[in-house]
Antibody, heavy 119, light 108 residues
């Protein structure tokens, strides 16, 4: 059974870069799409972007100028980088597998990691 | 952007009752690619329904999804204590590709 676990610093200063990792266990990253999603009090759940195991990516246009999603097949993990953060980027960040059933759904999800942007 | 509006925002029911949650899209959802999730505090969101009406693996048959186009429903028959949580719908299509509803809190 595939499990996902997000990790990263819980506190980031404004204007700096947020970097998170999602470790995939119990299965391979190969042949799947993987996504990052965040949840903020103000905007609810927001899709950030996805990456195919080959490295191709698609991002939410509202974040595309600041975000990079990458994949490391050797470590079976994916990463999220968000540049020039502000307080509006304070959120719980989730990673999830996409298309498990082929209907553009997210399953499974990690438990999420809270990131606070504050000086 | 396809906006998903869930109603009601909060629903107060008792174990054994039936819950009917609504999700309305601002535009037709591509190929009924609409999913429902259950979320409890501190836990990973859990996929319940995909493709509007298909139960995910391991999901009890008291959960069912229906609808098409712009109107979708999640029904939970015979509520169990563990069903009290927040429920989200999610769709595919438009820009951005994926959007979520604001959630319905199901409380005792």
């Amino acid at each position: 059974q595939v499990q996902l676990q997000e990790s990263g610093p819980g506190l980031v200063k404004p204007s700096e870069t947020l970097s998170l990792t999602c470790i995939v266990s119990g299965g391979s990253i190969s042949n799947y799409y993987w996504s990052w999603i965040r949840q903020t009090p103000g905007k609810g759940l927001e899709w950030i972007g996805y990456i195919y195991y080959t490295g191709s990516t698609v991002y939410n246009p509202s974040l595309s100028s600041r975000v990079t999603i990458s994949i490391d097949m050797s470590k079976n993990h994916l990463s999220l980088t968000l540049r020039s953060v502000t307080a509006a980027d304070t959120a719980v960040y989730y990673c999830a597998r996409l298309h498990s059933y082929g209907y553009e759904e997210f399953d499974p999800w990690g438990q999420g990691t809270l990131v606070t942007v504050s000086s | 952007e396809i906006v998903l509006t869930q109603s009601p925002g909060t629903m107060s029911l008792s174990p054994g009752e039936r819950a009917t949650l609504s999700c309305r899209a601002s535009q037709s959802v591509s190929y009924n690619k609409l999913a429902w999730y259950q979320h409890k505090v501190g836990q990973a969101p859990r996929l319940l329904i995909y493709g509007a009406s298909n139960r995910a693996s391991g999901i009890p048959d008291r959960f069912s999804g229906s609808g098409s186009g712009t109107d979708f429903t999640l029904t939970i028959t015979r509520l169990e204590p563990e069903d009290f949580a927040v429920y989200y719908c999610q769709q595919y299509g438009g820009s951005p590709l994926y959007t979520f509803g604001q959630g319905t809190k199901l409380e005792i």
